[in-house]
């Protein structure tokens, strides 16, 4: 019912992550025991899908038409940077290689991007190329606060992942007696998972939903080591 309900919103990125979360999380905590669940969940999201695009015009142009245009597949005419999410990647790409080592500063993309020398790329809607970010958490970083930030960032991210996947498999013992962190763990993997479009790191609630989530891995661990 979950993965129904979010995917006939037509929210393409929401349902796909929905889909992953839950997959994740029975594979992990069932392992290969819950494998036709995984593929029953799998087969209700594209059976829900195909459904959908067939019976509405609105999600097919959703579902189906915004997504081959956005990235650029199934048309001769166009690639992923002539959508308005490309050109923002390339223009984010660009503004970071001009500013490699501190970025332009924080929350500048919105005003870098409209200099005249980032209105040469090839893109048929390079005059789309503003935003308030450039909707990716990593090239967003990159742009705005550099290689420094990314190292930064990096390490706050592999650090939690550390503790909250490998190291359970390392040391099992840990997390004998707390399974808790496994939903907390494929939340927060999901919602740094670079090859995605998503909202800005710096001016939305995803910083505080993701550091909420490594707040909590890192008290679960804390009071496992207690226990």
């Not at 550390?162 to 494929?186: C, R, T, V, W």
Request: some cysteine.
């Amino acid at each position: 019912f979950l993965v129904f309900g979010v995917v006939i919103t037509g929210e393409k990125v929401s349902s796909v992550l929905t889909i992953v979360s839950i997959s994740l999380f029975l594979l992990i905590n069932y392992g290969l025991k819950k494998l036709a669940v995984i593929f029953f969940i799998i087969l209700t999201m594209f059976s829900t899908f195909t459904v959908l695009v067939f019976s509405s015009e609105t999600y097919k142009d959703r579902i189906w038409t915004e997504t081959t245009r956005t990235l650029g597949i199934f048309n001769e005419n166009r690639n992923f940077f002539d959508s308005e999410h490309g050109v923002m990647f390339l223009t984010a790409f660009s503004i970071w290689k001009d500013y490699k080592y501190f970025g332009s500063g924080l929350k500048t993309f919105r005003e870098v991007c409209k200099d005249d020398k980032y209105s040469n790329f090839e893109s048929l809607v390079i005059t789309e190329r503003c935003s308030t970010h450039p909707h990716n958490f990593y090239l967003e970083i990159l742009s705005e606060i550099g290689l420094l930030g990314m190292l930064i960032v990096s390490f706050i991210f592999l650090f939690v992942l550390y503790i909250a996947i490998f190291k359970k498999y390392i040391d099992e013992s840990l997390f004998q007696n707390n399974n808790y962190i496994s939903p907390f763990a494929i939340m927060f993997l999901i919602e740094i998972f670079p090859i995605k479009f998503s909202g800005s790191f710096f001016t939305t609630g995803n910083s505080t939903y993701i550091f909420f989530i490594i707040a909590v891995i890192l008290g679960l661990y804390q009071k496992q080591q207690l226990n």
